[in-house]
């Protein structure tokens, strides 16, 4: 299958990429550098002329507090990107696989999210990439929308480097205990997306390593799997609330969300966050050795 994937040099993008051609599939991979997909011209005449089986589009305005203060620029890449993206994918036949996020819901249910519950953004961050959602939705003909939450993964910044970091650089760190999620490794979620396009199973999903978690939860586990690998930290790690540590952009309390779509459609489920982590610890202390 012949597969373009925007974003491509970004966290996930480098992951996804290397998962797809180790699965011997032509992958095209664009960046901001080689593809400016708010520019609808050159998003047509790109897709036209590599004619993709697939579209995967990890491209994303990804900064969720700055976009609370640059509501143009989230919106531009979020939603005019994206249907650009999309109305380039129709006129060529390609699926159109969209990236999305646990963002699109208000995180207060009590319960884990299922793909058809009402979204409510709070964020302009899940505003524009709910507009995303909308667009996909209305114009692609052979669509996935894939939610996800909390990545990380070896390319990039990300949660799991900052405990890391922290660990040795401070004694003490207080992390939020009242929001909870789904901790998700680039590379489990990559090979999901693997799967996924090769059917024809459209829709929307939510892909994350399995089981849930609190942002303090996930620090402790970081550091405890990083010392099974032999690291050593005396960090001290302290619960806190939300409200001790205010954004710009409200996080949802809840990210948790249900596995529905992952099931009926026969998929095999996403391995639990806490083995996501450990390899991904692995993987990320093997490449430092290198």
């Known amino acids: 299958m012949r597969v373009l ?6 966290q996930l993008g480098q992951d996804l990429v290397n998962i797809l051609e180790q699965a011997n599939h032509n992958v095209i991979g664009c960046d901001r550098d080689t593809l400016d997909i708010t520019d609808q011209v050159a998003c047509l005449d790109q897709v036209l002329n590599l004619k993709p089986d697939a579209i995967i589009h990890c491209a994303a305005y990804t900064a969720v507090d700055q ?3 640059d509501i143009d620029s989230a919106y531009a890449v ?4 994206t249907r650009n993206m999309v109305v380039a994918a129709e006129c060529t036949g390609a699926k159109f696989c969209y990236i999305s996020t ?11 999210y299922q793909e058809y519950d009402n979204t409510n953004p709070q964020s302009i961050y899940g505003k524009s990439k709910r507009a995303g959602e909308e667009l996909v939705k209305s114009l692609s003909s052979k669509y996935f929308i894939v939610r996800t939450s909390w990545v990380y993964g070896l390319y990039g910044n990300n949660f799991v480097k900052t405990m890391l970091r922290l660990g040795f650089e401070k004694p003490e760190i207080s992390v939020v205990n009242d929001q909870k999620g789904s901790p998700t490794y680039t590379v489990d979620l990559a090979g999901f997306l693997l799967e996924l396009i090769s059917t024809e199973k459209y829709g929307v999903y939510h892909a994350s390593n399995s089981g849930e978690c609190t942002w303090y939860e996930f620090a402790q586990a970081i550091f405890e799997e990083a010392a099974a690998i ?5 960090i001290q790690v302290n619960p806190c609330t939300t409200e001790d540590f205010p954004r710009p952009a409200p996080r ?6 249900e596995h529905l779509s992952i099931r009926t459609n026969g998929f095999k489920d996403i391995r639990s966050w806490r083995e996501g982590l450990r390899d991904f610890l692995k993987e990320l202390q093997a490449a430092e050795s290198d």
């Open 5 to 10: 994937v925007t974003g491509a040099r970004g």
């Open 67 to 69: 976009a609370e203060g």
């Open 78 to 81: 979020n939603a005019v990107g």
């Open 102 to 112: 646990d963002y699109v819901f208000d995180g207060t249910s009590t319960l884990p």
């Open 230 to 234: 032999g690291k050593s930290f005396s």
């Open 252 to 257: 949802p309390r809840n990210s948790v969300m």
